[in-house]
C-alpha cells in the first residue's frame, strides 16, 4: 500500500475508534476519586479530619497534617490510584491526616479568619497529637490552605510545628493582579456582595478561576477529543474535570476578610494582620519550612508567593520552583515526577 | 522523536491549537485586566444581585401568603437536622467505645480496627 494511503487509512481507522470511544465517555458513570482508605476522625460543620489508613510496617515518628484549600475539594491530592500525593505520602511511610472542607452552610457564613485559624486548625492539631500520641507534627498547605496555615504558624510562635511545608501559597497578593484588578475597591462592593448572598456562591469562585485562562477549557475539550481512544488520558482528564468544576462557595465574612485583609489592605505581607486581637507576624515563624511554586502558575504567580521564604524567622528554608501549573505542581504526571520526590527527600530526613 | 512527529499528520494542527490557546488566553488577561473591564464586571453584578434581591423578597412575600416555608427557614431545618445527626453520630461512637471496652464483650465494629504500625522508620540511607 503507498504511504499516503496508509496514512489516510490509519486516520479513518483513529476517527472511528474515537467515535466509538466518544459515545461510551458521554454513556459512562463520573470517575471515582478519593480511593485510599480513610477514616473519618473529626468532624465540625464545614470541617472533616481524616486520616490515612498506613500501608507500611513501620511509619516515621512524626505525622503529617495537610490543610486543603478552602475553596476546592481534597481529592485533588488523592485524584487515583497511581496519582494521588497521599497515597504515595503512605507508600513512603508517612502517617497522614487531612482537613478537608464541606460547602460552608448558611450557619457558617459568619466564620472568620479566627475560625479556621485559633479554632479549627488548633483543634485538628490537638486531635492528631491525641491519635498518634506525638506531640510533633508537620503541616502542609496547599493554596488557601497554605495562607491559614501561615496564619495558624505565625499565631502559634510558642507551639511551631516540627516542619512546615506550604505549595504555591500567596502572601503579597498585590502580585495577583487579575484577581485584584476584579475586585479593585473603587469598582467592587464586596459588602453588597456578601450581604446579599450570605456565603458566596461556588458558581463565581468557578467563573474567576476560569476567567483566568478563558480559553483553555476549550483548547482541553479539543485535545480530549483527539485522544479519547486513549484511555489512561480520558480517566485522568475526566478526574481533574470533576475536581475544577466542584468548586466550593465561601463563608461569606471569610470572603469579605479576604477581600479587605489581604487584596485591598495586603495584611499579610506588610506583616499588619491581625486576628482575634492578635497579630500574624510572620517572623514568629521559625518552624523549618518548604516552599513549593510552579513556574507557569496562573493562579498564584511566583511573584506572589516568593516574600514567603523573605518574611519568615525560620533559619532552615527552602523554596523550590517546578514546571507545571498551580494544579499540575501537586497532582498529575508532573508531580509524581518532580514535586513528591523532593518532598519525600525534604521530608524524610525531618520527620524521625 | 522528530520521526515520530513528522508521521504525525495532525501535529501541526495541536501547534497551532496550542498558540491559538496561549493567544487568546493573553489578549484575554489584557482585555480583563483594564480598569474599563473591571468596572463593567463589578456594574454586571450589582445588577444581578439587586434583581435577586427583588425576586428574593418577592418569593418571600408569595410563600408567606401560601403558608409554605421559606428557603431560611428550610436552612434553618437543615442545619438543626444536622445538629441532630452529628449528635447521633457523637452517641454512636460513645456506645461503640463503651462496648469495645466491655470485658469480653462480643464486638462487631463498624469497620475494622485502624492499623497502628510503630513509628520507628528512618529515612532511606542512599536518599538522604
Known sequence: MNPTAERIGNEVERAIARSLKGLEYFGSPAPVVGHTPKDVIFERGTLHLYHYRPVTDEIYRVPI???MATSNRGYILDLAPGQ????YLIGRGFDVYLIDWSPPTAADSGLRFEDYTLRFIPDCVQRVRDDTGEHDLTIIGYCMGGVLSVMYVALH?????????????PIDFSRMELFAKWSDRRYFDVDKLVDATGNVPSELIFTSFEMLRPATRLAGQITLWENIADEKFVRS???FERWSSDTLPLAGEYFRETIKELIWENRLHRNEL???GKRADLRSITAPLLHAMAEHDHIV???????????VGSTDKEEIILKGGHVSLVAGPNAVKRLWPRLDAWLGVRSV | MADSKDKDPLAPWRDLLSQWEQNVNSLANRTMGSDEYSSSMNSAMGATLKMQETIRQFMATYLASANLPSRAEVLGIAERLGGVESRLDRITALLERLAEARPGAATTPASPPRPRPPRTKSPPKTES
Open chain 1, 157 to 169: 510562635p510558642d507551639d511551631q510545628p516540627k516542619n512546615f511545608v506550604c505549595f504555591t501559597t
Open chain 1, 274 to 276: 491581625t486576628i482575634g
Open chain 1, 65 to 67: 497534617l495537610i490543610v
Open chain 1, 237 to 239: 482528564y475526566r478526574a
Open chain 1, 84 to 87: 494521588s500525593f497521599v497515597e
Open chain 1, 301 to 311: 504567580p511566583y511573584a506572589a508567593a516568593k516574600p514567603l521564604l523573605d518574611h
